[in-house]
């Protein structure tokens, strides 16, 4: 338990430090941004705008679907031990 706890420790502080240079993007992204904003054009800026959403929806749906499934499955997991249960508290008292 405390191995975990340090590990956990350990990389929330990483994450910390880290922080700073996430702020940063892509270079290639910021250059054809910059290019297309000086030309008085803001087309490329709008897709931009999309392709970010389009990748930053996709891993929050995948942890929701997986959460959800989980939780699916551990309900059905504690009813049959509900069911189970039951059946030999019937055994017992039968």
Request: aromatic share 8%.
């Amino acid at each position: 338990m405390k191995k975990c706890k340090s590990l956990f420790v350990a990389i929330i502080l990483l994450l910390i430090v880290g922080a700073e240079s996430a702020i940063a993007q892509c270079a290639m992204c910021k250059g054809a941004v910059e290019t297309n904003m000086s030309t008085g054009r803001n087309v490329i800026g709008n897709g931009i705008n999309a392709g970010i959403a389009y990748l930053f929806i996709f891993p929050y749906l995948t942890v929701g679907v997986i959460a959800y499934l989980w939780y699916r499955s551990s309900r059905k997991e504690m009813a049959q031990r509900v069911a189970l249960r039951e059946q030999l508290r019937n055994a017992l008292n039968g």
